[in-house]
């Protein structure tokens, strides 16, 4: 899980893409990159460790130029979340330049590897898979060349042939220089991506989707999520379908091509449960609604497995949990309580690497106000238990502070399978559900009662009204929807991870 964002302007697009990454900044917090193009073809990339805030200065800002560019927030799901060399954007020099931008994990890396060394001579110098996905672009889109000039036709081409090789979940963005913004999605639309504009004067002409497309009309802008568009004052157009590439010339003409041979839109669940913002709508589904909807369902499983009399009070776990909180006490008619308070300077613990850090991060990130828990029988609600490192501490958390007793309660169904299309739960062994029985698992969070929603009512929570109709839970069910992860590549995944 990463968040990107790609911009063409009509001005300096630095500051915009900046302010674009701060609000995508819940989507990764190891590494953060901007890169901009100068008409002329000439980039300008400024990549960093850390936070947005934190990473860049004024003088930074000061050298990105253009009004062409793209930014990154990562979160790392392979390579080593500290290695600054595999902060993106990722580079390549041929054909005409490129950078790029990529959220998601492609799941043919070893067979890519060996190709772009014996096939296509081209050099990695980390496991990144962005570092994969940029070359084996750059390797189709140098066949395609067979002019100077570059025309969307051969661009489509390459993107067309990228789909052939690529296996995975990949939104990518790219700047090409001197020529312009290349946005794409796999062709199962796994990880989100959103296309919006802005005028910025009269329009020249009727281009694709009826906006203009003289130099005069109309900005464009891809991200991760809608909530970037709206906060820019960008009209949302809509989503970039599973398949599809975008490409904005330089003078802002839009061009979108469908290019998979069988595209269908299978959105990866979690987004929903816990990666995005409440206040992004993603095909067509508002994150908000889909989580008040989840605290509907989850209320009827509470109700039909604890026992009655056994709750006083909910309460959420802050953030991602509370419209599903505030949904199950509606509907089981009890009181709502806020008995977590949030210190909003610690990162998500989920995001973090490695269990001891996310385990001290808990206690730093929740203090536990023991005038909401003494002498009250409680239920926790969270959006899902992964590890169950930070559900332990904070089921503690509320003893500590004086609770009689603990229900918990996950808004997700068990994550009971890795997660190999860009969140980072590689290994069965590191899952809390993995091999366990629910009463086995609330034993070892230590909680009286424990409650997962159920897959299928997950499912119909996030999908209800929309035109939307299926969805990767793959983490839940154990069903992958590429169709191309086998036992033997979790098996390595799992193995490498270790190693």
Not at 26 to 51: C, L, P, W, Y
Not at 443 to 461: P, R
Request: glycine residues 10%.
């Amino acid at each position: 899980m990463c968040g990107i964002v790609g911009m063409v302007g009509r001005g300096p697009v630095n500051q915009e893409i900046y302010d674009a990454l701060l609000l995508l900044q819940h989507r990764g917090q190891d590494s953060t990159g901007i890169a901009t193009a100068e008409a002329s073809g000439v980039f300008h990339i400024n990549k960093q460790r850390g936070m947005v805030r934190e990473a860049f200065r004024t003088r930074d800002m000061r050298t990105l130029l253009g009004e062409i560019g793209l930014g990154h927030v990562r979160y790392a799901t392979k390579g080593t979340a500290s290695s600054e060399e595999e902060a993106q954007p990722f580079y390549v020099n041929a054909p005409y330049g490129i950078v790029l931008v990529h959220n998601g994990n492609l799941t043919n890396t070893r067979e890519l590897t060996d190709q772009l060394f014996h096939k296509d001579r081209r050099h990695l110098n980390t496991t990144s898979d962005t570092e994969l996905l940029v070359n084996i672009l750059g390797s189709e889109l140098q066949s395609e060349i067979t002019e100077p000039d570059l025309d969307p036709d051969q661009v489509f081409r390459a993107v067309a042939r990228v789909h052939e090789r690529v296996e995975g979940s990949y939104a990518a963005i790219a700047l090409i220089a001197g020529h312009g913004l290349l946005a794409f999605r796999d062709p199962f639309g796994i990880r989100p991506l959103i296309l919006g504009t802005r005028p910025v004067g009269p329009s020249t002409g009727s281009g694709t989707d009826g906006r203009g497309s003289g130099a005069a009309g109309y900005e464009w802008v891809v991200a991760s999520e809608s909530l970037v568009l709206e906060n820019a004052g960008f009209e949302v157009v809509r989503d970039v379908m599973p398949g599809e590439a975008v490409f904005v010339t330089l003078d802002g003409t839009l061009h979108t091509r469908q290019l998979a041979a069988a595209p269908v839109l299978k959105p990866c669940s979690f987004e929903y449960v816990y990666l995005a913002r409440p206040d992004s709508i993603m095909n067509g589904i508002s994150v908000y609604e889909a989580r008040l909807r989840m605290g509907e369902r989850l209320a009827d499983t509470i109700a039909k497995y604890t026992p009655p009399g056994t709750i006083d009070v909910v309460m959420p776990i802050p953030d991602s949990s509370r419209p599903a909180a505030m949904q199950v006490a509606r509907k089981l008619g009890l009181e709502y309580r806020e008995g977590f308070y949030k210190n909003r300077y610690v990162g998500r613990t989920f995001i973090m690497p490695g269990q001891a850090v996310r385990k001290k991060s808990v206690r730093q990130k929740l203090n536990a106000m023991s005038s909401e828990f003494k002498g009250k029988n409680v239920l926790l609600i969270d959006d899902s238990i992964v590890r169950g490192t930070t559900s332990k501490e904070i089921i503690q958390m509320a003893r500590d502070a004086g609770a009689k007793t603990v229900t918990f309660a996950s808004a997700a169904p068990p994550v009971r399978y890795p997660h190999v299309y860009g969140i980072n739960m590689p290994s069965r062994q590191e899952l809390v559900a993995h091999g366990r029985t629910v009463p086995e698992i609330a034993e070892e969070l230590g909680c009286d009662y424990l409650v997962y929603q159920e897959v299928e009512d997950l499912k119909a929570a996030i999908l209800e009204g929309s035109d939307v109709e299926d969805l990767d839970m793959s983490c839940f069910d154990g069903r992958y929807v590429t169709g191309t992860v086998t036992p033997e590549y979790l098996a390595w995944v799992e193995g490498s991870q270790q190693s």
